[in-house]
Each structure stands twice: as C-alpha cells, then as structure tokens.
C-alpha cells in the first residue's frame, strides 16, 4: 500500500468510487434493487440480499481508511473526513438489518454455510467497534456534535455484539479451524 497519497487524493478516490458504486446500483433492475425482498420469491430474495450486501460492502471498503488514517484538524478536509466516516458507519448499520434478515429467513446450515454473509459481518463488527475510537479523535478535534456521542457509540457496540451473536448462534462449531478449539 502506497503511503505516500495525500488527503486530498484519499478524499477524491473515495468519492469517486462511492460514485461508481451508486451508478453499479442505479443499473440493478428494480426487481434486485427496490423491492422488499420479503415479498419475492425465495431465489430473488436471496440474490436482492447478496447485491444489498454486496453494495454495502463496497460503501464500507470505500470509507474504511477514514476510520484509522490520522485526522485533520479543521477545514474542508476534516469535514470531508467527517462526512466519508458518517457515510462508512450508515453502510455498516444498514447491513447489520441484512444480515439480520438473512439469518431469520434461512435455516441455520444455509446461514452457516454462506461465507460472504460472515465476511462481511465481520467487516461490520470491526467498524462498529472501532467507531468509538474515531469518535475519540472527532471530540479531541471537532465541534460540539462530537461530544454527546457516548450513547451512539454504546448502541454502535451492541449493534456489533449482535451480529456476533447472530454468527456465534447460526455457525457450525466445526467451521472453526481445528487448533482454535479448546482443548
């Protein structure tokens, strides 16, 4: 990964690729991108919640280098970052209710078995939990609507430890690799 890009780089990649993936979305048919998918049939359901999710992955790998890369002070470019973090946390709490979704609407071996819905999990959990770490550095840097933030991180944590559990419960303990079970 190169280290040397700029903020200003960073900031117009981001938002260009946000942009591509709004376009990707726009050209799904209505049928895969606009329905609710609990009035389709079971095959368009599945693959309405896979592009739901597949979107929202995208969005999250896009804004993702804003959560850890190092904030800026003030300007135009803190509120860029401002609003590219906002944008990475919206992405990730929509695929919280996906992924819920998900895991009512299958039995459990399917759920288990469906490895892209468990990466994608797993993306939401860590920024879910790294957000009040983010928050820390908005408040040390940013205005008033940082600092009362307590309470939105604290549901953001329940929010990860949810899907957590929702894995934990609808996962075969032999998915696990052999030398991570207790002895």
């Known amino acids: 990964m190169r280290e040397d890009i700029s903020d200003e780089e960073r900031l117009e990649c981001a938002a260009q690729l ?6 990707w979305h726009k050209t799904l048919p209505p049928l895969l991108s606009q329905q609710r998918s609990t009035i389709l049939l079971p095959l368009f359901r599945r693959q309405t919640t896979l592009l739901r999710l597949a979107h929202y992955q995208a969005q999250m790998l896009v804004y993702r280098p ?5 904030y800026p002070h003030w300007g135009q470019r803190k509120h860029n970052f401002d ?3 906002r944008n990475c946390i919206e992405a990730a709490k929509l695929t919280i209710g996906v992924l819920t979704e998900l895991a009512r609407n299958l039995e459990p071996r399917m759920f288990g078995n469906l490895w892209y819905a468990h990466q994608v999990g797993y993306l939401v959990c860590a920024i879910l939990l790294l957000v009040p770490h983010v928050r820390e550095r908005q408040r040390m840097f940013g205005g008033r609507s940082f600092r009362e933030s307590q309470s939105t991180d604290a549901k953001n944590i329940e929010l990860a430890e949810k899907i957590a559990t929702i894995f934990a419960e609808n996962t075969s303990p032999f998915s696990v690799a052999p030398d991570a079970l207790p002895s």
Request: glycine share 0%.
């Open 18 to 23: 946000a942009d591509e993936i709004e376009d």
């Open 66 to 70: 804003f959560l850890t890369c190092p």
């Open 83 to 85: 609003v590219a973090i």
